[in-house]
């Protein structure tokens, strides 16, 4: 079994490649839930969602959502004067819904997440990193938001000065968590956000220790090449957690107490010393994940380099 820790977007591109190469049944996949946010009362689970339809095959061109979808019941909430800047598609909205109906009637996350999972044909298990709520509060130099708000509403464009996960201590890790990762041939860090989406599934009490059992079997992969982030604002997070540079070597040095190697792009190859020299070995190959062939081609990599 390969578990791998991921959030959303670019995690999720990593997920679809490993399940190509071992198999849908072969992998476990723990999400980060900090993302997560109300809208309209319902429980709204990105970072779950977007893994779940990537794998059922049935997510949108852009990343997110479902395909095809349509927006009929957003521009009409809009008409009522609702805020309106957080895309709910209509077929999307009917997750959400279950969820939040399934919640409220006493079911766990981790349950009502197999439910879904398991109705749209989907064999790899998705685990949430945990069934309490635990939130990214964001702070800027005009005040507190929520994650979705700093990177939805106001389109990540202003630095930050503080992050926040509140609740983190006091969550447990979903049913499942510990025990995958203590039993997994390999555990596999997506090249997903290091702070707000792999940060906080390590966060988790319990989590960290469990990776760093493993490090010999664990590998990350860096969201960041030459110096950027390949997509969004990992650079900003980065930067408000205090971390001095957005580059491989410094994903590699937050990494280097849970993951024996740390694969980062031919084109920083130049890091790579520096990367041994944190006792991490680099593994050096395009990260770049453009389409289904590429995401196949880096799986294989990640698993034959351990
Ligand atoms: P979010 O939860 O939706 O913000 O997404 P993640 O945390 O899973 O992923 C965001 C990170 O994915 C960003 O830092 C990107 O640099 C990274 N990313 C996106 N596409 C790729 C890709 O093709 N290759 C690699 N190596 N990283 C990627």
Same mark, same amino acid.
């Given at each position: /079994?390969?578990?791998?820790?991921?959030?959303?977007?670019?995690?999720?591109?990593?997920?679809?490649?490993?399940?190509?190469?071992v198999g849908q049944r072969e992998l476990t996949v723990?999400?980060?839930? $900090?993302?997560?946010?109300?809208?309209?009362?319902?429980?709204? @689970?990105?970072?779950?969602?977007? @893994?779940? &339809?990537?794998?059922?095959?049935?997510?949108?061109?852009?990343?997110?959502? &479902?395909?095809?979808?349509?927006?009929? @019941?957003?521009?009409?909430?809009?008409?009522?004067?609702?805020? $309106?800047?957080?895309? !709910?598609?209509?077929?999307?909205?009917?997750?959400?819904?279950?969820?939040?109906?399934?919640?409220?009637?006493?079911?766990?996350?981790?349950?009502?997440?197999?439910?879904? %999972? =398991?109705?749209?044909?989907?064999?790899?298990?998705?685990?949430?990193?945990?069934?309490?709520?635990?939130?990214?509060?964001?702070?800027?130099?005009?005040?507190?938001?929520?994650?979705?708000?700093?990177?939805?509403?106001?389109?990540?464009?202003?630095?930050?000065?503080?992050?926040?996960?509140?609740?983190?201590?006091?969550?447990?890790?979903?049913?499942?968590?510990?025990?995958?990762?203590?039993?997994?041939?390999?555990?596999?860090?997506?090249?997903?956000?290091?702070?707000?989406?792999?940060?906080?599934?390590?966060?988790?009490?319990?989590?960290?220790?469990?990776? $760093?059992? %493993?490090?010999?079997?664990?590998?990350?992969?860096?969201?960041?090449?030459?110096?950027?982030?390949?997509?969004?604002?990992?650079? =900003?997070? #980065?930067?408000?957690?205090? &971390?001095?540079? @957005?580059?491989? %070597?410094?994903?590699?040095?937050? &990494?280097?107490?849970?993951?024996?190697?740390?694969?980062?792009?031919?084109?920083?190859?130049?890091?790579?010393?520096?990367?041994?020299? #944190?006792?991490?070995?680099?593994?050096?190959?395009?990260? #770049? /994940?453009?389409?289904?062939?590429?995401?196949? %081609?880096?799986?294989?990599?990640? #698993?034959?380099? !351990?």
């Open positions: /079994m390969i578990v791998a820790l991921s959030g959303g977007t670019g995690g999720s591109k990593m997920v679809d490649g490993l399940a190509r190469v723990v999400v980060n839930t $900090a993302d997560d946010s109300d809208f309209y009362g319902l429980r709204v @689970c990105p970072d779950l969602d977007i @893994c779940m &339809y990537v794998l059922a095959g049935v997510v949108a061109d852009r990343g997110w959502g &479902y395909a095809d979808d349509t927006f009929r @019941c957003l521009e009409g909430l809009e008409t009522y004067g609702q805020p $309106a800047w957080f895309g !709910l598609g209509d077929r999307d909205l009917a997750t959400h819904l279950h969820r939040t109906v399934r919640l409220a009637e006493g079911t766990a996350l981790s349950e009502v997440t197999d439910e879904l %999972r =398991r109705r749209l044909g989907v064999e790899t298990r998705l685990l949430p990193m945990t069934d309490d709520p635990v939130r990214t509060a964001i702070t800027t130099a005009t005040g507190e938001r929520t994650f979705q708000e700093y990177l939805v509403k106001h389109g990540a464009a202003e630095d930050i000065e503080r992050i926040e996960l509140v609740g983190i201590e006091d969550a447990a890790p979903a049913p499942g968590v510990i025990e995958a990762i203590g039993q997994a041939d390999a555990v596999v860090l997506c090249p997903s956000s290091p702070v707000v989406s792999i940060g906080t599934i390590l966060g988790v009490p319990g989590v960290r220790d469990a990776v $760093a059992a %493993r490090r010999d079997r664990a590998i990350a992969v860096s969201p960041i090449i030459a110096g950027r982030p390949v997509e969004g604002p990992a650079h =900003r997070f #980065l930067a408000g957690a205090g &971390y001095a540079e @957005c580059s491989a %070597r410094q994903m590699a040095e937050i &990494y280097a107490d849970v993951v024996g190697s740390f694969v980062l792009d031919e084109r920083d190859e130049s890091e790579a010393e520096a990367v041994a020299a #944190l006792g991490v070995r680099p593994v050096l190959t395009d990260v #770049l /994940m453009p389409d289904h062939d590429a995401r196949e %081609r880096l799986a294989r990599t990640v #698993l034959d380099a !351990l």
